[in-house]
């Protein structure tokens, strides 16, 4: 047991680190119905700790998308090492719902504030896929061209205003200026892998990008227009956005 595990005049602070599938799910938030998984993981904690608590995530996904690694920290005593938290919180989740790893750490991280970056990945896949591969992929039938996606990647990619790739709307305040520091598209096979690594991501951005890509690979988007609509700051329906079931939250970078 460490210092930061035992209880004192103040809480410890635990960071969690978990996957989870969300087809089923209404995304990461807190829902009135309870169907967040957010709602799901306190539930859980709240069997353990006997009283209800808050949990603080690196970014919440939408209703759909999927996590490899998602982070979230909370603050409660538990004097019995982590080996037997994890195993506490992970005994009645449900199967879509996976406690990776738990650690006390310090009161100055926090999950979102102290995040330097993110990694997404989006996979498409050309042509119909099977039943095992259509519920986590974007099946595309028209060919692409993959020269047409590289060039609009490289204007994607740097230091940007990304408000026109998002969803927000206007009455939302927010600094929109983004380093998107990888844009990657990597075809194997019939299967399509694109990696997006950023300091942080708006709102619906990383499926917004993922439609422009596509979109340029059908012929229908140019590099050129994708200067333009990045450079007005303004959502456009040129730009669409990608289904949920193919994207996954990666990795989440701290300091």
């Known amino acids: 047991m460490t210092d930061l595990e035992t209880t004192g005049t103040e809480l410890p602070r635990w960071k969690c680190v978990c996957a989870y599938d969300g087809a089923s799910f209404a995304g990461w938030q807190s829902q009135v119905g309870g169907n967040g998984i957010q709602d799901v993981i306190e539930a859980r904690l709240a069997q353990i700790f006997g009283g209800s608590l808050r949990i603080h995530a690196s970014g919440r996904t939408d209703a759909g998308v999927h996590a490899h690694a998602q982070v979230f920290h909370f603050e409660a005593a538990w004097r019995h090492g982590t080996k037997r938290l994890l195993a506490a919180m992970n005994s009645t989740l449900p199967p879509a719902i996976q406690i990776k790893s738990v650690r006390a750490v310090p009161k100055s991280f926090h999950a979102r504030f102290s995040a330097t970056g993110k990694i997404y990945v989006y996979h498409l896949h050309l042509g119909d896929a099977d039943p095992f591969t259509r519920p986590y992929s974007w099946p595309v039938f028209r060919p692409l061209d993959f020269a047409a996606m590289a060039a609009v990647a490289v204007e994607l990619r740097g230091t940007h205003d990304f408000k026109a790739y998002s969803a927000l709307s206007g009455s939302d305040i927010e600094d ?27 709102y619906k951005m990383v499926r917004s990008l993922v439609g422009a890509l596509v979109s340029a690979g059908e012929g229908k988007f140019s590099a050129e227009k994708a200067r333009t609509i990045l450079a007005s700051k303004v959502r456009t329906n040129v730009v669409q956005t990608a289904p949920p079931q193919g994207l996954f939250l990666e990795k989440v970078f701290y300091r």
Do not use: K
Not at 178 to 192: C, N, P, T
């Open 176 to 202: 929109t200026v983004r380093d998107l520091r990888r844009l990657e598209i990597v075809r194997r096979g019939a299967g399509v892998r694109i990696t997006a690594e950023a300091n942080g991501f708006l």
